[in-house]
């Protein structure tokens, strides 16, 4: 059975542009949009060239895409101006594009309050302004803003914009659910209504996620007939975000009707890069991934409780709605203080530690363990420390070398730039039977600590050059003068793996240098190192 094709449009180098805290440059969407191309999506907006330097720097050249259409935003002519006349127009339909996307109101309150112009008047702008950039070449489409608000109100009007797009030459009529608060019923429902009057094979939807129901209103709208979809990376956008096309795309190759019904440009070689993509565009705006995101969250495939843990091992299927491999991402089974054996035993096997499941120290791992966690360790927030854990019970860690002594010291320094507070950390190490010594500053004791025991580690310094400390996070875990500390600590190799260590103490610093060490050992036990 041929399937029908869907179209995927990647507003988030402009749409998601406005997210708060989010802003790109020229370097940074040159590298997204590489990267959107490479995914397979069909269009990439790159921005609203004239509205800045970096827009318009963007537009100046054509991005060499395999497939993607570069697509410029812009709005339609102004209210009383020709579409010749009217200099940000023209300067969108001068960008080196292969589709201009133009917005215009599309609800008679947004016309009356917010534009103070005519029905009359608006439906002209998007007749002029549509028609000009179809006779310019490449694709000509419109986003209805307020669409689905306005056709609540003025039905008659709302289809008259979309309507007088179509007529006039927009390959695509783009609805739009600008502020996010119609239902996926209601979606459903006005679609129909619009088919009557344009093919869906001409219709995109635009959601926004104010209500949660972006993806929901999104994937309601092609079951209605549109057959563009329009969303950002990881949902970015303003107020709540737009419909995310990380759970949209997964959702639309592995999920019935639509995997049946419709193709899109997503090869399953590229949805298996989705993790990947979607982590790849939280480092470039230095952001933490949702953890608890939909197919590409990091707790995505999590189980954490032991009986779920032992259906696992017997059948992913029992837990798993798909193979987490089918977007890139991976199975975890944690270790808790929830966990039974099950938990424990599926952890050593996909850390590739040998076991005996009878041998007795695994049954002394397993308390271990839940002793640890009782005093503030939390396992299943810290996978390597756990593995080192592990391996030591069992007798896989080599002796690599030994922390003879520290000193952690801070003081304050008055320099040309006024008082600064500094940390000096010296560290004494001993390996094979040589030792060293290294001091280091840092702009706290932890960074000085951590730099310091990273300066020189000897026959081993090679295997952590590439080592770095990418997040650290203190919880204190109870009150009072004997509080109890737990820092969790992620570091990241030269290959891009990551993987986070644990240290609890009644002294942040102490807690600080047991998941510093944990993260070292851990590198040098990955990387093979020579015992």
């Given at each position: 059975m041929s399937r029908e094709r869907l179209y995927l449009f990647d507003t988030t180098l402009r749409d998601g542009a406005q997210t708060s805290g989010v802003d790109f440059t020229l370097h940074d969407k040159r590298v997204i949009a590489q990267m959107l191309d490479d995914l397979g999506l069909d269009y990439v907006e790159g921005g609203y060239p004239g509205a800045n330097p970096a827009d318009s720097e963007f537009f100046s050249t054509h991005p060499k895409f395999a497939r993607a259409k570069f697509t410029a935003f812009g709005m339609v002519r102004r209210a009383g101006r020709s579409a010749s006349n009217d200099p940000g127009f023209v300067g969108v339909l001068e960008a080196k594009a292969d589709a201009f996307c133009l917005v215009a109101k599309s609800s008679a309150y947004q016309v009356r309050v917010a534009l103070e112009t005519t029905k009359e008047e608006n439906i002209a702008a998007i007749r002029d302004s549509i028609g000009a950039a179809a006779k310019k070449g490449g694709e000509a489409m419109l986003d209805?803003?307020?669409?689905?608000?306005?056709?609540?109100?003025?039905?008659?009007?709302?289809?008259?914009?979309?309507?007088?797009?179509?007529?006039?030459?927009?390959?695509?009529?783009?609805?739009?659910?600008?502020?996010?608060?119609?239902?996926?019923?209601?979606?459903?429902?006005?679609?129909?209504?619009v088919t009557k009057h344009i093919p869906g094979t001409h219709l995109g939807i635009h959601a926004h996620d104010d209500t949660g129901q972006a993806v929901a209103n999104s994937l309601a709208a092609v079951r209605a007939g549109v057959r563009q979809i329009q969303g950002t990376l990881n949902g970015l956008g303003e107020r709540c975000g737009n419909a995310n096309l990380c759970s949209l795309i997964p959702t639309l190759k592995l999920k019935q009707p639509f995997a049946d019904q419709f193709e899109i440009g997503v090869s399953d070689a590229k949805l298996a890069t989705l993790t990947h993509v979607s982590r790849a565009l939280d480092d470039i705006l230095?952001?933490?991934p949702d953890r608890h995101a939909p197919y590409v969250g990091e707790n995505a495939f999590v189980t954490k409780t032991g009986i779920h843990a032992s259906a696992l091992m017997k059948d992913p299927h029992t837990y798993e709605h798909i193979a987490p491999e089918a977007v890139g991402n991976r199975r975890q089974v944690l270790v808790s203080d929830q966990a039974g054996r099950s938990n424990v035993l599926a952890a050593l096997e996909r850390a590739g530690i040998a076991f005996d499941k009878n041998d007795p120290k695994v049954t002394r791992l397993v308390e271990e363990m839940?002793?640890?966690?009782?005093?503030?360790?939390?396992?299943?927030?810290?996978?390597?420390?756990?593995?080192?854990?592990?391996?030591?019970?069992?007798?896989?860690?080599?002796?690599?070398?030994?922390?003879?002594?520290?000193?952690?010291?801070?003081?304050?320094?008055?320099?040309?730039?006024?008082?600064?507070?500094?940390a000096l950390a010296v560290v004494k190490v001993e390996v094979a039977g040589e030792v060293l010594i290294s001091a280091a500053e840092g702009n706290g004791p932890v960074n000085a600590l951590d730099v310091a025991l990273r300066k020189d580690l000897g026959k081993y310094q090679k295997y952590i050059d590439g080592l770095k400390l990418t997040d650290y996070r203190v919880r204190i875990l109870n009150g009072g003068t004997e509080a109890v500390t737990r820092v969790l600590i992620e570091s990241e190799d030269e290959n891009g793996a990551r993987w986070t260590t644990i240290g609890v103490s009644s002294n942040v610093i102490d807690a600080s240098f047991q998941a510093l060490m944990d993260s070292l050992t851990y590198k040098l036990v990955k990387s093979g190192a020579p015992a």
């Open positions: 209805c803003e307020h669409f689905f608000d306005g056709y609540k109100e003025d039905p008659e009007f709302a289809l008259a914009c979309a309507k007088a797009a179509y007529e006039s030459g927009a390959r695509w009529v783009v609805l739009c659910d600008t502020n996010g608060g119609t239902m996926p019923e209601e979606i459903t429902k006005i679609i129909g209504e230095n952001r933490v839940k002793e640890r966690e009782a005093g503030g360790y939390a396992y299943e927030s810290a996978d390597a420390s756990f593995e080192l854990l592990a391996r030591r019970t069992l007798g896989h860690v080599p002796d690599y070398f030994r922390v003879v002594q520290f000193d952690v010291n801070v003081e304050q320094r008055t320099n040309g730039k006024g008082p600064q507070t500094v």
